[in-house]
């Protein structure tokens, strides 16, 4: 990846140059690095206008206070310069102005909760709060995981920030990683139909409500599960033989990528 | 006692209707109707209000019909028909327009919605997670507005309250609406105090007004003037209750503008930060609490005699004065016959009263005079003229006044008042004029008129003696007396008054022919003023033409400048361009030999 040239600090009220489209421009960062069989994997947001030198802070202390061997602190500080560098790849591209309603779906676990949501999101509103949605959601739903909140906003933060990449792309080269494009795929496709959908009920029937059909109500309802250990057991080992496979799959994906370019 | 209100599609009553019924304590008023929970729709159903309702009843008790859905009292500005500008301020982004699907409609349909599905349910708290699932639209707007209706207890007010409620007791700022099913979207609010005290006056309360914003400069500025609503409001509840801390206010308090009967003490305005400031007007209750607008005689005399004493200060006035406010002082001193002369001169409150008396007498008179219809054909006045001779030829203003003020007749007061305005030329036309006019209307009076002019027929000045002048007027008081009926009792009563004068005995015809002339002096004092203004006119307009023909010139004169600029610009540019024409034509000869060579 290139080094960030463009600095940050991209101003909400005046500036309409790439940022996180939400209140605060936090960038999700997503960490998953390995080291001789010892697996470090996080979720958290980061503000891009911090200095670089916070970056080594960060993993300095985080090796520290969770006893990782010392060799993570450089892949962590890797990684997060990775992510960091990509978002600052985008800051000198203008963004989309406007109303741009998607849905945003989440279906994920923390621990032995399981949320599954559905609900619209609107990329141009740049005073959304992800954060605040998912304590609100946790609070509505009584759910007591202190971790379920921060990891509901956090899956909202990749989606809108995936969204806002592919926003800006078209007419440049999508730099979003096979990974995530491949994770994100379906997602994408359900929810551009669900614009259109929404745009066209917009247009069509000036008698369109703001009340949703009642039939409609079920899909947007946020569904929880909660498990036993025994079922997250063997979800985690599920979990994680499908990992492998995947992983497997990538690595070949890459060889032949590579083969394919080198042939060229 | 029940009553049947139609309601419209809107599924609510007017916020004033509180207006409609008497309310007993704390109970609120009731609005049920048989309502579809299910479908969640507002019927054109008739609503029934219970005013009765037992107001003891708590929610606790009732078992499960009866439901109560509360908001607080500051919210009572909310009315589910129209949105508020509260609410346009704090979530401006409906309203701005820039958006097609976030339109004032979609707010009020969501806020209202949100409501409607609490009030289904108003025992229990509603929850934003509950809500997004039914609305469409961005999840951010729908949590805005959900938290909007929570922060104002539009929903969920019930739920919060509830623990407080039972610490409290009864006496709590909410309105309580006890009702058998779910009410569609219909709410009253006004706190119960406020209920109570207006219910004193039922006829007085129509629904609210339209939506008026004032500013800042309109609640200050009247700030000094009694507030028309709040006396009246004075005159209902005799005294101003605090809608907030329930603290009776005496001198000072905000009144609501959009609902009558929401008042605010001082302290209250300045700490609630809950209350639209705007909305809310300051009245200040002015001392005395008698405010009807009738002076009597004695109020009348101490009001002169303030004013004598005291001269410009109103507030000493007022008080001296005692039962009427300041305001009140000045506007009935405006009001009073010949205020300008007690301005300036030393002027018994007696004669005043007479003169006010007079003037209704006069205004009887004038009608008598039938009206010689044009202005422009003006009258007489012997008193006039007579002073007018006493002076020797045309006097100076001052003087001319003089003789005539010392007259005791209030007619002729005025009537010297006003052709001291004109200058004598005009005033004895004008006196001309109206002797002709009433002799062709009266042949009685011209011959009176007649006999009395003879002598001095083309001149100005007409004299007569005082003798004489009281003999034709004893004549001509009875001839008019026989003759003329409808001279009736203020007439005459002048008539007493001014024969008892001893000097001047002015008749019936002599003071027609006095206001005659008041009137036709006044008449050439405004064509006067007309004339002068008209010249002033004109003048103006030939500055301002001037100044037109003065811009156009210098405007002229600047696109010629320009215009040169530009053509010296234009010749340099192609003597540049011819340069580098020649430089090009050089290089590449300088080329073409260097390539060959």
Known sequence: MKGGTHHGGTNKSTSVKFRMPTAENLIPIRIDVEYEGQRFKDTFTWNPNESEAEITTFAKRTVKDLNLAVAFIPLITQSIQAQVNEFRSYEGLDMILGERVHCLKLDLRVNSTI??????????????DPEEFARCLCKDLELEDPEVGPAVAFAIREQLYELAVLSVSSGRETRISKKSRREWALDFSQSSKAVS???????????????????????????????????????????????????????????????????? | MDMMLPVGVGGCLPAASGGLLPVSDTAGLVSTSPVDAQTNETHDSPIKNEEDAPESVPVQEAPSEKITYRIPSYAEWFSSDKIHFIERRALPEFFDGKSLSRTPKVYKESRDFIINKYKEQPERALTYTEIRKMLVGDVNLIRKIFDYVEYWGLINFHTANENKQKEIGTESGAVQFPTETIPSGIRIVYPSKILRAKAQKPSKEGPSGIINMPSYMDIFTNSNLLNVTGSELTAITGSQICSNCGIDNQSKWFENREKEGSILCEACFTAGDKFLKEDFTLVESVGGSKRNSVWT???????????????????????????KSKAECIMYFM???????????????????????????????????????????????????????????????????????????????????????????????????SLLAISEEDPVAAQ??????????????????????????????????????????????????TTSTKDHLPSTTQIRAAIATALGAVAGNAKL??????????????????????????????????????????????????????????FSNFNYTSRRG
Not at chain 1, 115 to 124: A, E, K, P, S
Not at chain 2, 297 to 323: C, P, R
Not at chain 2, 467 to 477: F, I, P, R, T
């Open chain 2, 529 to 586: 003023l007309a004339d002068q203004e008209e010249r002033e006119t004109e003048h103006l307009m030939a500055i301002i033409l001037e100044n037109q023909l003065k811009k156009l010139d210098s405007k002229v004169q600047h696109f010629e400048e320009l215009e040169h600029l530009l053509n010296v610009e234009h010749v340099y540019v192609e003597r540049t361009q011819t340069y580098i024409l020649a430089d090009s034509i050089r």
């Open chain 2, 448 to 497: 009176f008129l007649s006999a009395a002019q003879p002598s001095q027929k083309e001149s100005i000045q007409i004299t007569s003696t005082s003798k004489d002048n009281s003999k034709m007027n004893e004549e001509q008081k009875e001839e008019t007396g026989s003759r003329n009926e409808q001279n009736s009792q203020p007439l005459r009563a002048v008539d007493a008054d």
């Open chain 2, 335 to 433: 009001k009073l016959p010949f205020g300008d002369q007690f301005c300036n001169g030393n002027v018994e409150p007696d004669s005043l009263i007479t003169s006010r008396s007079t003037t209704d007498s006069l205004k009887i008179d004038q009608r008598n005079t039938n009206n010689n219809v044009e202005f422009v054909g003006v009258h007489d006045n012997e008193e006039l003229l007579e002073s007018v001779e006493d002076a020797e030829g045309p006097p100076n203003k001052a003087r001319r006044l003089n003789p005539l003020a010392d007259s005791s007749h209030p007619i002729l007061d005025q009537v010297a008042f006003l052709s001291a305005m004109v200058g004598p030329r005009v005033a004895a036309a004008a006196a001309h004029a």
């Open chain 1, 115 to 128: 949320i599954r949501d559905q609900f619209l999101w609107d990329l141009g509103n740049f005073d959304s």
């Open chain 2, 297 to 323: 005689k004695e109020e009348v005399l101490s009001l002169l005699e303030a004013i004598a004493t005291h001269g410009n200060n109103w507030d000493d006035v007022a008080s001296k004065v005692g039962t």
């Open chain 1, 197 to 264: 959908a929404f745009e066209l009920m917009k247009r069509t029937s000036s008698k369109s409500s703001a009340v949703r059909k009642r039939n409609e109500w079920d899909f947007f309802e946020p569904i929880v599960e909660i498990l036993t250990r025994e079922e997250v057991e063997a979800l985690e080992a599920r979990e994680e033989r499908n990992a492998r496979i995947k992983r497997r799959q990538e690595d070949k994906d890459d060889l032949y990528v590579n083969r394919y370019s080198r042939e060229r």
